[in-house]
């Protein structure tokens, strides 16, 4: 079993949660996509920062109740060290990538539209990090999958992939894997290590220590941000 995986009902409960805060709220791929780039940046990012990202802009979004809340921050963090476990293991480990969660459309086709958009987005939030990256000659084309199907549905003609079809989107995806490894290859030796985090959801008063590591208290770390508990 590989360290902090989160387990297909996991998964499928963090996507219900995520469905059920708001519309505007990243879905499961777009989760991933994101929390990648967020690991892959030089800088550590900490929960009560990008959390109110993924919840997108609706101020309405809420949780049902405060363990619906640490259910979802505990998922998160597994799947964030997830992540960061395998992108680890591809420093050390020959012929190593992680896989990201890329979900089939209605015909059974993995499109990784979302994926990539989740991706920027973390690169966006991140951008003045990234800039030595994108302007690099020998790394800065890693990206370049993740940008076409970022850009694949623009309604601006003129950043707009051009059609993709289905055998050209399976090659995309695969230079897309292949670029993620270079990419957090290139920040390895700037990356600032993440604190550890939990692995269950206790009961976080409002006045005790942040469980994301931060050394602040809960109230003014992530418990600012997270969105309205009915």
């Not at 363990?67 to 998922?75: K, Q, R, S, V, Y």
């Not at 979900?103 to 966006?124: C, H, K, P, Q």
Request: charged share 25%; aromatic share 10%; with cysteine.
């Amino acid at each position: 079993m590989k360290k902090n995986k989160l387990k297909n009902h996991e998964l499928d409960r963090l996507s219900e949660i995520l469905e059920s805060l708001s519309p505007s709220a990243m879905n499961l791929e777009m989760l991933d996509g994101f929390l990648a780039a967020l690991i892959c940046s030089p800088n550590l990012i900490l929960p009560n920062e990008y959390i109110p990202i993924i919840f997108g802009d609706d101020e309405d979004a809420a949780f049902d109740s405060q363990e619906e809340a640490m259910e979802f921050f505990n998922l998160t963090m597994r799947h964030w060290n997830f992540i960061a476990d395998e992108l680890q293991r591809s420093l050390t480990k020959k012929n190593h990538v992680h896989y990201p969660i890329i979900l089939e459309d209605e015909n059974g086709i993995e499109l990784g539209n979302d994926w990539a958009t989740g991706f920027m987005r973390g690169v966006s939030y991140c951008y003045d990090d990234w800039q030595e990256f994108l302007n690099n000659e020998d790394y800065g084309g890693s990206i370049i999958p993740m940008l076409m199907l970022f850009h694949e549905h623009d309604e601006d003609k003129e950043t707009r992939t051009n059609p993709i079809s289905v055998e050209q989107r399976k090659n995309i995806i695969i230079h897309m894997i292949a670029g993620l490894a270079h990419i957090y290859r290139y920040f390895a030796p700037h990356r600032v290590k993440a604190p550890e985090v939990i692995k269950s959801s206790p009961k976080v008063g409002r006045n005790d220590p942040c469980y994301c590591g931060s050394h602040r208290k809960y109230k003014h770390c992530c418990g600012a941000n997270q969105p309205t508990i009915h």
